[in-house]
């Protein structure tokens, strides 16, 4: 009966978390900030917002502000294909919309098997990093949402939220 407990216990623990591709490097969201994964669909243009915020989308009525996480992180471009799919997300109070280049798996990550943020000083900002987690044979980055969208972006999207 011990036994059962202790297992209960890491469970409980424990965490799911959707990993997602961007650059063939492997990122985690928990899963319980996912409202539903989406093929990729062109979205329409908004003028004078970031670069990375690729516009809007209308998801049943509701207007969302769909984020390009490739060019958040500052990586290469690429043409959207088959795989590329629209992650919808809430953050905070709002709904928006990641574009990853693919969904990977749901992953139960136990909080032993999580480990802090790594520190590159602070020439690098990591305050949206919550952690790494082993992922099949490497590691993947486990993103916190609220702090990815610093205070200008998140006006932004609270705005086309709106």
């Known amino acids: 009966m011990t036994t059962k407990s202790a297992a209960q216990d890491k469970a409980q623990d424990a965490q799911q978390f959707l990993t997602f591709l961007l650059d063939d490097q492997e990122y985690g969201l928990e899963l ?4 539903e994964i989406r093929g990729y669909a ?14 809007v989308m209308n998801l049943r009525g509701t207007v969302l502000p769909v984020i390009d996480l490739r060019m958040k992180f500052k990586l290469r471009t690429v043409e959207y294909n088959k795989y590329t799919v629209i992650v919808i997300a809430n953050v905070a109070d709002k709904t928006i919309g990641l574009l990853v280049d693919a969904v990977s798996d749901v992953l139960m990550v136990t909080q032993d098997a999580m480990r802090p943020a790594p520190d590159f000083g602070s020439a ?17 980055v486990a993103l916190n949402l ?9 006006a932004v999207v609270e705005q086309l939220a709106a």
């Open 32 to 35: 319980f900030k996912i409202r």
């Open 42 to 55: 062109p979205v329409t243009p908004i003028p004078n917002v970031p670069p990375h915020v690729c516009g």
């Open 124 to 140: 690098v900002d990591t305050r949206f990093i919550n952690g790494v987690f082993q992922s099949r044979e490497h590691l993947a």
């Open 146 to 154: 609220e702090e990815l969208l610093v205070d200008n972006e998140a």
